[in-house]
C-alpha cells in the first residue's frame, strides 16, 4: 500500500501566483545552501527561470535542465516536481555540474488552466526545429482528417450526454479504418494499426487551428513568414546564454496526463541505440521508451512528437556539438471510466487500464475544445471546466501526490548520479 507524505502537500499549488511565489522562494533556499559552489543566476521577463551555475566556469561538465508548464494546466504539477528539487536534490548538484529550471513555460494556459497557449497553439506540437525540412507522415495526416469532426464538432453538442458513450463512439469511428483501411491518395487504401491512429491523432496537425493537437500553420512557417511561436524563441535564446559552456545536457521535460493513474512514463526522442539513451534508460531502470525503437517489437512511445519541446531542445544543442540526453517524465493523473475501464478491471490488464485512461483525456481535450470554442461567453460554464481541468492534470488526491512526488524524487535523483559521472 502507498505511503501516504502529506509533506508534499506544500508542493502544490492551485493558482499560477502562489505556484510562482513558491518556485522563487525554493529557489532562493537552494541558492543560499549552494552558495559556495554556485552563482544564483534569476530571470523574471518573460521566461520565469532560476539557475545554479558553478562558480569555477572553466571546467563546466553536465547542466541539469527541467522545464514545466508547456501544457499549461500540467504546470501545477511539474511545478511541484520543481520545488521539491529544489528542497530536496538540488545539493546532489556536483560542484562544477550546473542546474536550470524553468517554471511555467505556457504562462497563459497555466493561469487559465488550460493545456493550449494563445491561439489554441498545443507548444508542444508547435516546437519545430526546422519546419522546411520537417515533412509530416500522409497516413497520420489522413488519420486526423477522418476523427477531426468527430474530435472537435464545428456546432456545438450536450455536453452532459458525453461522459459514458465517448469510448464506445470512438471505437465505432475507429473500427471502419482498421477493417477496411483508409485511402490516402490514388494508389488505394492502407490499413493502420491501432497504434497508427493514435499517432494520427495526436502527433500533432498543421491545418486546423481550431481543432485539438494544433502546432500551428506549417505552410506559412515554411514559407518563412512566421516562425515557431516567440515563447519557443525566449526559451531558447535562454538557454543559448548558459548552455555553451557545458559539455553535455540532460532535459527533463515534466507532463501530466499519459498513462496509468498516478504512475510515471518516462519518453523521448532519443534513438534506442544511442549511448545517452543507454545511460538515461539504466537511470530509469529500464523504462525509457523511445520514438526511435532500433529492434521491432521493442516498447514506444504510444505516438511520436516531432514538435516537441523536448526534442526542439535536443535538436538545438546537438547541432552546436553538446552531448545531450533527454526525457519526458509524464505521471498519469486522469482516472479512467466507462466500460474500458470495467473491463479492465475485469481482466486486470494494465494495458488496457492504461487505455481506458487515455480515452478519458481525449475526452476530456475535446470537452475543454468544445467549451472555448462555442461557449466563451459562459463565465460559470468555463470555471466548471476550469476546476476539471485543474483537478485531471494535478489531482488533489494526496495518495496521487504522494506517489508521483517520491517517482519523480527518485528518478531524478537517479538521473543526476549517472550524468554527474564522466562521459
Partial sequence: MTT????????????????????????????QTRDGTHTFVKEEKGIQAAALMPKN???????????????????????AVQQMLWEKL??????????????GLNREGMEQYRRTWLHNIDLNRAAIFNAADFVRDPLSKAIFEYFKDFLTPSKPYNLSQESNNFGLKLLLKALPLLVTGIKIDDHGRNRPTAKQIVNGIASGQYEHEASIFYGGNLATMCAGNTTIPEIIQEYAAFLRKYASS?????????????????????????REGEE?????????????????????????TTYTSP???????????????????????????????????????????????????????????????????HNTNDDGLISTVQREMYESFCPRDLRWRSDVIRQ????????IHEFSRQY
Avoid at 566556469?57 to 511545478?79: I, Q
Avoid at 533527454?326 to 466507462?338: E, F, H, Q, W
Wanted: proline letters at 2%.
Fill in 276 to 300: 545517452t539513451f543507454i545511460r538515461m534508460n539504466k537511470a530509469l531502470n529500464g523504462r525509457l521508451k523511445s520514438e526511435h525503437p532500433s529492434l521491432k517489437g521493442r516498447k514506444t
Fill in 246 to 270: 557545458f559539455r553535455s545536457l540532460v532535459i527533463a521535460d515534466y507532463h501530466s496526463g499519459y498513462g496509468r493513474y498516478g504512475r510515471d512514463s518516462y519518453l523521448s526522442c532519443m
Fill in 408 to 415: 519523480s524524487e527518485q528518478s531524478m535523483s537517479s538521473i
Fill in 57 to 79: 566556469s572553466a571546467h563546466n561538465d553536465v547542466l541539469y535542465l527541467t522545464v514545466s508548464g508547456v501544457h499549461g494546466v500540467e504546470g501545477y504539477y511539474g511545478a
Fill in 4 to 31: 501516504i507524505d502529506h509533506h508534499v502537500q506544500g508542493f502544490f499549488s492551485s493558482i499560477y501566483s502562489e505556484a510562482r511565489n513558491k518556485f522563487w522562494r525554493g529557489a532562493s533556499f537552494a541558492a
Fill in 307 to 373: 514538435g516537441s519541446v523536448e526534442a526542439y531542445t535536443h535538436k538545438l544543442f546537438a547541432s552546436e556539438g553538446i552531448a545531450v540526453a533527454s526525457v519526458t517524465l509524464d505521471s498519469g493523473c486522469v482516472k479512467p471510466d466507462g466500460w474500458i475501464d470495467t473491463i479492465a478491471d475485469l481482466c486486470d490488464s494494465d494495458t488496457l487500464k492504461r487505455v481506458a485512461a487515455e480515452v478519458n483525456l481525449l475526452k476530456l481535450l475535446r470537452k475543454e475544445n468544445q467549451i472555448y470554442r
Fill in 90 to 103: 538540488s545539493s546532489q548538484i556536483p560542484p562544477n555540474a550546473g542546474l536550470i529550471q524553468i517554471f
